[in-house]
């Protein structure tokens, strides 16, 4: 036998015992089999998310400006024409301080059931100082009262925060002026400086009453009649003041007065 024979067969022997010891440890290490799914990434974004955060910006919606306008009221329009021509004529018959000013439409105002107080009174809302002042009153009187008692309807102006201030109150056979205090429930007459004061309205009746008030004088005309001019206070009550609806009635005497006041325009006279 050759000499290097048993070299030959060790190095054999040796890379069996190798392969073998592979063979072994392989098989000894399993492979992990997963208990559970592996977990699935959401592939859309939810829908609450989706409204929060849009992918595209909104388009704005485009405005057709090819819708046609009402069509003015032609009354209307004539009406402010009268009026604009009253404002000229009040203004160079001493009856307003300035030709410039503002105009402002009041609520219509209702009254028909008789209030517990003799001086009723409900805010327009509006305030003035110097103004012109126009409405269509409708009245229906019951029971007729004698000077100086008087049921009627129409306005109280420059009615200050402790319920001090003026009234025209208009009746079935005078326009009423009067000064009002202890919150508007104590009022005092005026006479007349010029003019006697006096109509002479059926009842019901229907009027067109004008107040004008220029700082202390106030003039009153009746269906485009000059009623009578006033003397208000020279010292006092002659700045801003609210304006006031105003229904006068006494129904524990057995008069009052039901009241409609529209078309009310108010002309705020200032330079």
Not at 62 to 84: E, F, H, K, R
Request: proline share 8%; aromatic share 12%.
């Amino acid at each position: 036998m050759n000499k290097n024979q048993p070299n030959r067969l060790a190095v054999i022997a040796s890379i069996a015992v190798t392969t073998l010891a592979c063979s072994l440890f392989t098989k000894a290490v399993p492979t992990a089999t997963p208990t559970q799914a592996p977990p699935v990434l959401p592939t859309t974004i939810p829908s609450q998310v989706v409204a929060e955060t849009p992918t595209n910006p909104p388009v704005p919606t485009p405005v057709d400006t090819s819708i046609p306008l009402p069509t003015p009221d032609v009354t209307a329009t004539q009406d402010i024409g009268q009026v604009l021509g009253d404002v000229e004529d009040y203004y160079t018959r001493g009856y307003l301080p300035f030709q410039n000013g503002q105009l402002y439409h009041l609520d219509d105002f209702l009254k028909t059931m008789p209030s517990i107080n003799v001086f009723d009174f409900t805010r327009t809302g509006q305030q003035a100082q110097d103004f012109a002042l126009w409405a269509d009153i409708e009245m229906d009187s019951t029971g007729y009262p004698s000077y100086p008692d008087y049921s009627g309807c129409g306005f109280a102006y420059r009615v200050q925060n402790n319920n001090e201030g003026y009234t025209a109150i208009l009746t079935n056979e005078a326009v009423r002026m009067g000064y009002c205090e202890g919150g508007l429930l104590q009022c005092e007459l005026f006479g007349t400086t010029h003019g006697t004061g006096k109509v002479d309205l059926g009842n019901p009746s229907k009027a067109f009453f004008s107040l004008a008030v220029n700082k202390d004088r106030a003039y009153v005309l009746v269906n485009g009649v000059m009623v009578g001019q006033y003397t208000l206070f020279t010292s006092r009550l002659l700045g801003m003041g609210d304006i006031y609806y105003s229904v006068v009635s006494n129904i524990n005497a057995g008069y009052w007065s039901s009241c409609k006041m529209s078309n009310i325009i108010l002309w705020e006279s200032y330079p």
